[in-house]
Structures are given as C-alpha cells and as structure tokens.
C-alpha cells in the first residue's frame, strides 16, 4: 500500500513537506503523532490522527504514538482562546495508560520490525536543565521565526504567556529527540500542527546540519475535520464523544455515528473506516437507492463500536435501539441479562424504590404517576387519560385499565418494569 496515495483517495492528506514522498517510497520509515494527555480517554477528535498512524502502519512503516506528559503540562496553545489549567505528574501518567489501551484497539504492538511503540516525552524532559534546554534548543531558533506562527499570532492579540510562547519549542524538540533516539523522520498530525511539526524540522535542520542539500525529517498533515454546515466535528449536547465507554455510553457512541448527515457519511466513512474504496462506493450507491435506511451511518456505527467496544457491546447496543427506538417485545426485554441492564437502559431516565413502596402502590396508575417523578407524567389524571388513549406501555405490552393491578406485570430480572409513553421511556427498579 502507498501510504500518501492512500490518504489521497480518502481525503486525508492536507499539507506535506517536500520529499517525503520519496522518503516513504524508499524505506521503512519511523513517524509519530502527539497526543495530549490532558485526560484519561481519547475522544473521536482524535480518531482522524489515530487513523494515520494506522494506515502508516499497514504500508509497512513504524508507527509512534508520543505521549506529551511534559508538554501536558503546559498545553499547546495553537488556537485556543485561554492558557489551560496544568496537571500534575500522576495525573498525566493514569491518562497516559487509558490512552495506550485505547490505541491498541488501533495499533499493533507486537508484530515485528513495524510494530507500534509509545514514548512518553517527560522521561527525556525531566533531566533535562533549563540552562541546557536554553543551549540545546532555544538557540537554534529565532524569536521572529517562532513569532511567525499563526497559532502564535492568533494568541498575541489576547495575550501568551512565555509558558505557552515556549510550547513549540519543546514539540519542536521532541522532534528531535525522536530523531536522535529512535531515528524518526517524520511527524504527522491535524493541519493545525503544522506550525509546531515545522519547528521541530527547522531544529533538526539548523542542528544536525543541511551538507547533503536535502531534507532528514518531514512533516505531514491531515485536514481538520468539520460538518456539512461547518460545525465542529466530534461534539454532542453533552460535550467530547469520549472512546471510553464510562465516559461516553457504547449506545450514545452508536447513536452519535447513527444521527450524522448524508452529506458529511461519504468523507467520515473514508477518513474512519477500514473499508476499501470499492467498499465504501458500493455503500453509496446502495445507500442513495434508499436513503431513509440509513445504510452508510448503520454500516459507520457498527465498524467503529464494534472495533472500540467489542462486537458484544455492539449487539447490546442494537438490543437497547430495539427496546427505545424499534419494534421489541416482552420477549425481547425477558432476554436481556441481568448484567445486560444497565448498558442497555443506559441514559433512560430511571427510578429506584423499595419493594415497599412498590407494594402500597393499589394499581398502575398510582405506581407510573408517583414514580416517575414527573418525567413522564405530571398527575394521576395525566396517567389515566394516556392509558385511555392507548398511549401506555409496560414492559412493551399495552396498559388496557387505569385500575390494573401491578400483579399483571412481571418484573424482569425480578425487579425492573419498563414504563413508556410514545418514544419517552422510564425504568423503576427495585431494590
């Protein structure tokens, strides 16, 4: 596989240095991406990054994942509005262990001479003096050069500190540590990196020496990704969808992937999926034959819970879409595992009682319309006008009397009972 040619055709190949192509083409090469330890999981703003390393990865080169757990503590302030609140050492080494987890359901780590490594740039930071990094670092590059950066210039308008002026000269030199240490050539990353990925060349130049009339280290960008409409990519309601599932839910991961536009499905199925081209075509063509399928966003949603979640937490994920969204049955909610529950009713709405309180409870009226709290339901009146209307569940199976006395319902798993009005839903457990 080409590796450029590859990012062509998918639309992942912003920006890069003259002869890297030649350098990719004439040997295995080592190249390594930052990520910002800022927090223990990686969110799908970082998926596009990841997905560069992987495809460097299966054209035969040596992927690195470079952990900033020095630069982490200052944060990079390329575009960003406000210097970032610093973390502490053991803060960033508990992020650094989420995140390798994480790239390992990307990455493999043990598959011979290209197998993926993971560095940490405070283990070579930490020793080194601020006299020596002035020495080693700082006099190599000019205060104009650095101040020609747009990120930089972005920031003088409200104010940097020397802190945050500092930033591209420390990524700079992990460039060039990398270089020395691990012979990397080449740094990859989101088009607003270029400014810092193009110091640490400048530093590698200026120090290693030009006498060969070519470069010795590259850089290589991939665009930034934005909706159809221009918004940024990777937000919900709720903020980062995070790849850890404590922070963001497999079914909210699903239904994230599930919820985007026809438009924007052909470039997010060619930047995130494994798919081939003729794959991904076909795709298209049979989704535009019936769009209201939704086939590109089902066939998106499953690849990546799937690879991120595991193919068990995708078929929860599709049992708990059946049980909100579809068709489901008693049987389909009688099926579901006791340790299935709470990823299944994840983001429901849900209710604990007593077992007292559900046995002073004289019909299903008083239980929905107590309970609930509101939620579904503001008085006994409301309940029983919906249950007269057809418009009440319980446990997928229609309420036919306001006056139904609670033992017509089975609870599942012995102490859950699933309430629904229309599309709201509202789980009671019991304990």
């Given at each position: 596989?080409?590796?450029?040619?590859?990012?062509?055709?998918?639309g992942?190949?912003?920006?890069?240095?003259?002869?890297?192509?030649?350098?990719?083409?004439?040997?295995?090469?080592?190249?390594?991406?930052?990520?910002?330890?800022?927090?223990?999981?990686?969110?799908?703003?970082?998926?596009?990054?990841?997905?560069?390393?992987?495809?460097?990865?299966?054209?035969?080169?040596?992927?690195?994942?470079?952990?900033?757990?020095?630069?982490?503590?200052?944060?990079d302030?390329?575009?960003k509005?406000?210097?970032?609140?610093?973390?502490?050492?053991?803060?960033?080494?508990?992020?650094?262990?989420?995140?390798?987890?994480?790239?390992?359901?990307?990455?493999?780590f043990?598959?011979?001479?290209?197998?993926?490594?993971?560095?940490?740039?405070?283990?070579?930071?930490?020793?080194?003096?601020?006299?020596?990094?002035?020495?080693?670092?700082?006099?190599?590059?000019?205060?104009?050069?650095?101040?020609?950066?747009?990120?930089?210039?972005?920031?003088?308008?409200?104010?940097?500190?020397?802190?945050?002026?500092?930033?591209?000269?420390?990524?700079?030199?992990d460039?060039?540590?990398?270089?020395k240490?691990?012979?990397?050539?080449?740094?990859?990353?989101?088009?607003?990196?270029?400014?810092?990925?193009?110091?640490?060349?400048?530093?590698?130049?200026?120090?290693e020496?030009?006498?060969?009339?070519?470069?010795?280290?590259y850089?290589?960008?991939?665009?930034?990704?934005?909706?159809?409409?221009?918004?940024?990519?990777?937000?919900?309601?709720?903020?980062?969808?995070?790849?850890?599932?404590?922070k963001?839910?497999?079914?909210?991961?699903?239904?994230?992937?599930?919820?985007?536009?026809?438009?924007?499905?052909?470039?997010?199925?060619?930047?995130?999926?494994?798919?081939?081209?003729?794959?991904?075509?076909?795709?298209?063509?049979s989704h535009?034959?019936?769009?209201?399928?939704?086939?590109?966003?089902?066939?998106?949603?499953?690849?990546?819970?799937?690879?991120?979640?595991?193919?068990?937490?995708?078929?929860?994920?599709?049992?708990?879409?059946?049980?909100l969204?579809?068709?489901?049955?008693?049987?389909?909610?009688?099926?579901?595992?006791?340790?299935?529950?709470?990823?299944?009713?994840?983001?429901?709405?849900?209710?604990?009682?007593?077992f007292?309180?559900?046995?002073?409870?004289?019909?299903?009226?008083?239980?929905?319309?107590?309970?609930t709290?509101?939620?579904?339901?503001?008085?006994?009146?409301?309940?029983?006008?919906?249950?007269?209307?057809?418009?009440?569940s319980?446990?997928?199976?229609?309420?036919?009397?306001?006056?139904?006395?609670?033992?017509d319902?089975?609870?599942?798993q012995?102490?859950?009972l699933l309430?629904?009005?229309?599309?709201?839903?509202?789980?009671?457990?019991l304990?």
């Open positions: 596989m080409d590796f450029t040619e590859e990012l062509r055709w998918r992942m190949l912003h920006d890069m240095m003259p002869g890297t192509d030649e350098q990719l083409r004439k040997e295995m090469t080592s190249g390594y991406i930052g990520f910002d330890p800022t927090a223990s999981s990686l969110h799908i703003g970082n998926l596009a990054t990841i997905m560069l390393l992987v495809h460097f990865q299966r054209a035969g080169h040596k992927p690195f994942a470079l952990i900033g757990g020095a630069t982490g503590m200052i944060g302030p390329s575009f509005a406000a210097e970032r609140t610093f973390l502490d050492e053991e803060t960033l080494r508990f992020n650094q262990e989420g995140i390798r987890k994480q790239l390992e359901q990307f990455l493999d043990d598959c011979g001479v290209n197998s993926a490594e993971m560095v940490n740039n405070y283990d070579w930071f930490k020793d080194i003096g601020f006299l020596q990094f002035l020495r080693d670092a700082g006099k190599f590059l000019s205060v104009n050069y650095m101040m020609s950066k747009d990120s930089v210039k972005k920031r003088l308008e409200t104010g940097i500190s020397f802190t945050e002026f500092s930033y591209q000269l420390l990524q700079g030199y460039f060039y540590h990398l270089y240490n691990k012979n990397v050539r080449l740094q990859m990353g989101g088009s607003d990196q270029w400014g810092n990925i193009t110091t640490g060349t400048e530093i590698i130049r200026r120090k020496g030009d006498e060969e009339g070519y470069f010795k280290a850089a290589l960008t991939t665009p930034l990704l934005t909706k159809s409409d221009g918004s940024k990519f990777g937000k919900s309601e709720g903020g980062n969808i995070w790849l850890d599932a404590t963001t839910s497999p079914y909210e991961f699903y239904q994230f992937w599930l919820n985007q536009s026809d438009e924007d499905l052909p470039r997010y199925l060619r930047v995130f999926s494994f798919k081939n081209r003729e794959e991904i075509e076909a795709l298209e063509s535009a034959e019936a769009p209201h399928l939704r086939i590109m966003q089902k066939a998106l949603a499953e690849e990546l819970t799937s690879r991120i979640h595991s193919e068990r937490a995708f078929q929860l994920v599709l049992k708990a879409t059946e049980v969204y579809g068709k489901a049955t008693l049987e389909t909610l009688q099926s579901i595992a006791a340790d299935e529950f709470e990823t299944v009713f994840d983001g429901v709405p849900q209710t604990e009682i007593t007292q309180e559900w046995n002073e409870c004289a019909n299903i009226t008083d239980l929905i319309s107590t309970v709290h509101s939620e579904i339901y503001a008085s006994k009146g409301e309940a029983r006008r919906a249950i007269q209307q057809n418009a009440v319980v446990n997928k199976v229609k309420v036919t009397s306001a006056e139904q006395p609670l033992t319902f089975s609870l599942l012995e102490r859950f309430i629904s009005k229309g599309k709201k839903n509202h789980l009671i457990k304990k």
